[in-house]
């Protein structure tokens, strides 16, 4: 699956809202983490049940939400940034929903709900990590690995860490670098 990264606005000229940038991002890791769960199957690991998959879905979204509060917290100011994260998080909430709804019916206990409580978790988990020049190190990647192994079949126990840390995490984190990037350079309307 190619990934279109958006990054760099059609339109200049007036600063882009913490809504307008905070809806794009969203849009960007939901497909790139989309594509991981998808690239995994593709690689021969078991995805048995659209639960298992969304749950899949929901680990990297927590791991490339931190990774995108990390990538903006000295770009941009505080009060800039806890909206965009705010709203992110939010979007990101309602799109694996929608998601969800569509792939497997309503639930009683409220997807959006059961991804925020997730999420919670996860970046209290992935604040306790160091970043190397400014990308996730390795425990960081691994306990990425370590949470999808969670969600796997006992047979595919032996290779999915490494296929996380190895092949995973470097492809999404280049497609995400890319849009933020894009996104937040000097010329790029943003800010």
Partial sequence: MVIRVKSKWHTQGAPKSPFQVATVIASLIFRVAEEKATHMQQAHFEISSKEQGFAMISEYL????????????????????????????????????????????????????RFINLLVERLAEYATFDYEDGEPNYACRRFLGSKILEQMPKRDHSWTIDQVVEIEVPSALALVRKGLDGLFAEDSGTL
């Fill in 62 to 113: 927590a791991f490339l939400v931190q990774y995108t509060d990390r990538f903006v917290y000295q770009r941009v100011e505080d009060e800039y940034r806890n909206e965009l994260i705010n709203i992110m998080v939010k979007r990101l909430a309602e799109i694996i929903e929608d998601n969800q709804i569509a792939h497997m019916g309503p639930s009683p206990d409220n997807y959006q709900k």
